[in-house]
């Protein structure tokens, strides 16, 4: 992911070292909206199911039938 998709990476690499910073400060840190944030971090999600374990993507501001989806998945990672 490293050489493919840098922005994802940096985005990534920052949340994990960094978990409590908010999508604003990540967009504040490289200089992009917080909507690009998540995209970046649902993206690595994709491509990389076990991150969901290390990342925590916020759903609220997603449409609510997949939010609704993204809630009853975590759920169910938690049983």
Known sequence: MKEKFPATFEIV???????????SELAERFSCRKQNVQYHLKK????FPELSFALIV?????????????????RMRLK
């Open 13 to 23: 690499d920052a949340k994990i070292a960094e978990p409590n910073l908010s999508y």
């Open 44 to 47: 690595a999600v994709r491509m």
């Open 58 to 74: 916020d759903s609220r501001f997603i449409g609510k039938n997949q939010a609704l989806k993204n809630y009853g998945k975590a």
